[in-house]
């Protein structure tokens, strides 16, 4: 029973991670109908960033804000130079230039920090406390919980309060009206993935830490694990992916702490089939789906 | 929807009429493309001819790739771990049956065909159901599952460290590089053959029908669930016996042989080749070892160990996206020997 709960509250921390990466994927899903198959590679290479400017400074915190930071101009950047000329008429373009984005990204990194595993730093103890002999949460998982909280709130605020975020889900819905109606939609655009690759680079902080490290293959795992969890809650829906994020979490920690680590990519992909052939628009799709 | 006819060969561009034989004329194909390597095996050095062996290796892996993304539209980021399957099963049999003459060879070569095309028919008929990202996806969740299995079940896959391939020594005193050009490019040719009469009967004008407008397709009558894994079908067992050439040609076999990277490397490797063609499946087998090579030979002056294996990374990827962007018209019309229109045909067929 104290490893069930254990196993649970550690999924929960591990899911609250894939949470925050599915809901950047999700955001730009939403916004182009375009999963970004790089975003683990980004994440990446922002974390570096943040990693070199870290060790350069002796600051954790200032490594934290150049990452987020970076993860913000690399998602502009990307899509302005990129993802704003794919031709949108077959869904395989999009993920192809996506994947050549990946060898780039994790070619230039390999060149730049070698392909060693690099520690990645933390901001709090990984030690958990003990709550009746039962060992909780850590002081990092707190930390994690509060930021994916934090974004979450932020996100929902800005989509659902400000003029910007009516904005931006004017352009994702109805492009040519919102073009019409004088909404900058490609500036929308640009800010969709600026935001979603700037979480992305938030999870790659939270997540890189706890059992992976630095190397620019490192978030490979964590990508099919998030890409699942989105597609849990449907692709569409960003309450569905922190939920679908939690579920994945909570699986994988079980599959992981009962069967063994290794078999838990197993278990993701399982899962994956499982959801994918019983309800392809996620389980939280409603009756009334898209027409095709 | 009208279906043109279209060439999906190596041979040069001949208006094909109803009656021309051209199965002979795969058949000669088939035959020149044999003596062109049995010759070159002759005349290059031992390293050469291994890379001869090894883009032999590839090319019935791209193929086969081509074929399932070029022609139906399917893409797959998992061909790497079909590979991996028709490798393991290579090693494994080889363990059991090496020493009693080539023929356990081929034996296990078609076994891990046929595995192959079993695990094909599974993830296929998965994939039939699903479309564009979610198709990758689930495809790209095969491909880092490889290692997991070899560490799941360890006392089978021997986790990273992987198994060795036993192998008789070549028959008489052929070098065994030749051996396994001969090898690999009997697989190659043959995989080929297949595949170009495959592509053009029936078979191939329902996968380009279903590629090009399902409901079209439907109301044609084609079964569109059935080509789509049918078309799996036949690309995985491509995968698995060039996994199975890879295993012979390395006489090893470890889940690091088949990272994700191979498998991107293949969708590169066909999307830059050019797909929608048999002939782009082979520029790209030529890419994915001339590339590596190439960036090797850059950087052996200069002291840069970090360079070696991710300089080649970076410009296939550098390359991947500027093809993708620069050709437009969607990835089935991606084909830049088509716009040095060397097929004929597949112009007419733009047009209509």
């Known amino acids: 029973m104290d490893r069930f709960v254990f196993l649970t509250f550690d999924g929960l921390g591990r899911g609250a991670v894939y949470a925050a990466f599915a809901l950047a994927l999700v955001l730009i899903w939403r916004a182009t109908r375009i999963v970004n198959f790089a975003q683990g590679a980004m994440a990446v290479a ?3 960033a943040g990693y070199s400017v870290s060790s350069a400074t002796g600051s954790y915190w200032l490594g934290f804000v150049v990452a987020i930071a970076a993860g913000l101009l690399l998602g502009a950047v990307t899509e302005r130079l990129v993802m704003r000329f794919v031709d949108h008429s077959s869904p395989l373009n999009g993920v192809v230039v996506a994947l050549g984005l990946v060898l780039v990204i994790q070619g230039v990194l390999g060149m730049i920090y070698g392909n ?54 004017a352009s994702a819905f109805a492009p040519d009206v919102s073009r019409l109606l004088g909404v900058n939609v490609g500036g929308m655009l640009t800010l969709g993935w600026a935001l979603a690759a700037a979480v992305g680079s938030l999870a790659g902080m939270l997540v890189l830490p706890t059992e992976l490290g630095l190397h620019p293959n490192a978030m490979d795992i964590v990508f099919v694990s998030s890409f699942t969890a989105a597609v849990v809650g449907g692709l569409d829906s960003a309450v569905g992916s922190v939920v679908g994020g939690l579920i994945v979490g909570l699986l994988l920690s079980y599959v992981s702490g009962y069967l063994g680590a290794t078999v838990a990519p197993i278990a993701v992909l399982v899962l994956l089939v499982v959801v994918l052939l019983g ?12 027409a095709v | 929807m009208s279906i043109v006819r279209e060439r999906v060969s190596t041979g040069p561009a001949v208006t094909p009429t109803r009656d021309r034989p051209w199965k002979l004329r795969y058949l000669l194909w088939t035959v020149g493309g044999a003596v062109a390597v049995v010759a070159l095996t002759y005349a290059l050095p031992p390293f050469r001819t291994y890379q001869l062996a090894t883009i032999g290796a590839y090319l019935c892996v791209t193929a086969g790739l081509t074929v399932l993304t070029g022609l139906n539209g399917q893409l797959s980021l998992g061909h790497g771990a079909l590979m991996a399957t028709g490798a393991y099963t290579v090693a494994l049999l080889q363990d059991k049956l090496a020493g009693r003459g080539q023929w356990t060879l081929l034996v296990s070569v078609l076994a891990a065909v046929a595995l192959a095309t079993v695990a094909g028919a599974v993830v296929g008929l998965a994939a039939a159901r699903l479309r564009g990202p979610y198709l990758a996806g689930l495809t790209l969740a095969v491909a880092v599952v490889v290692p997991a299995i070899t560490s799941t079940f360890d006392t089978t896959f021997n986790s990273d460290q992987g198994l060795s391939v036993v ?26 053959l297949t595949l170009a009469v495959l592509v053009r009967g029936r078979f191939g004008r329902e996968m380009r029908a279903v590629r090009d407008d399902e409901t079209a397709a439907r109301l044609a009558g084609v079964g569109v669930a059935r080509t789509q894994v049918l078309t799996f079908v036949v690309s995985a067992a491509c995968a698995g016996l060039g996994g199975a050439l890879v295993a012979v040609l390395a006489q090893s076999v470890s889940p690091g042989a ?20 048999l002939a782009g499946a082979f520029w790209g087998a030529v890419l994915l070892v001339a590339l590596p090579a190439l960036a090797h030979t850059v950087t052996e002056g200069i002291d840069a160990q970090r360079l070696e294996g991710n300089l080649p990374l970076a410009l296939f990827g550098v390359t991947l996206v500027v093809v993708m962007l620069a050709a ?13 229109s060397l097929h004929p045909l597949t112009r007419i067929r733009r047009k209509a």
């Open chain 1, 46 to 48: 922002t974390a570096y």
């Open chain 1, 116 to 169: 060693e595993y690099r520690p990645a730093g933390a901001p709090f103890s990984r030690d958990a406390f003990e709550v009746g002999g039962v060992a909780l949460l850590s002081r990092f998982d707190l930390f994690v919980f509060a930021a994916v909280a934090t974004v979450v709130v932020l996100l929902a605020l800005l989509f659902t309060r400000t003029a910007i975020g009516l904005r931006m889900r």
């Open chain 1, 279 to 290: 309800r392809p628009g996620g389980l939280f799709s409603r009756s009334a789906a898209r």
């Open chain 2, 167 to 192: 192998l008789d020594p070549p028959p008489g005193t052929i070098p065994v590089e030749r051996w396994q050009a001969w090898l690999c490019w009997t697989g190659a040719l043959l995989t080929m």
């Open chain 2, 258 to 277: 088949f990272p994700l990277t191979l498998s991107l490397f293949l969708v590169m490797a066909i999307v830059i080749g050019g797909l929608g063609s």
């Open chain 2, 328 to 340: 437009p018209g969607g990835i089935a019309s991606l084909n830049p020997l088509r716009r040095i």
